[in-house]
């Protein structure tokens, strides 16, 4: 069974930068492409970014530059960084995977709990 356990969320100050954690289980990691999305109370959830299981990274328009998404194979984890933090940022954070291995694009299927990332002014 897939498990994803993210972390690394909090409070910071608008300016700041945090870092994200994504670990996985279940199944082989690196064959599958990762995906950050986040989702405000009452809002859809959107994609923050997603990297492939060859190294390929897509990006939001609203995070591009001021994000990066990684993966390191060898711990099972994604990582989400985040620079330059805006309070528009403030949302649940949730990592996610998709079933299928060796795509290019994310179609979710499996989810973790979600971080808290809050961003004052």
């Known amino acids: 069974q897939v498990q994803l356990v993210e972390s690394g969320g909090g409070l910071v100050q608008t300016g700041d930068s945090l870092r994200l954690s994504c670990a996985a289980s279940?199944?082989?990691?690196?064959?599958?492409?990762m995906g950050w999305y986040r989702q405000a109370p009452g809002k859809q959830r959107e994609l923050v970014a997603v990297?492939?299981?060859?190294?390929?990274?897509r990006y939001a328009d609203s995070v591009k530059g001021r994000f990066t998404i990684s993966r390191d194979n060898a711990k099972n984890t994604v990582y989400l960084q985040m620079y330059s933090l805006k309070p528009e940022d403030t949302d649940i954070y949730y990592c996610?995977?998709?079933?299928?291995?060796?795509?290019?694009?994310?179609?979710?299927?499996?989810w973790g709990q979600g971080t808290q990332v809050t961003v004052s002014s």
């Open positions: 279940g199944r082989t990691f690196s064959s599958y492409a």
């Open positions: 990297i492939t299981s060859g190294g390929s990274t």
């Open positions: 996610a995977t998709d079933r299928r291995p060796y795509t290019s694009s994310l179609s979710p299927n499996y």
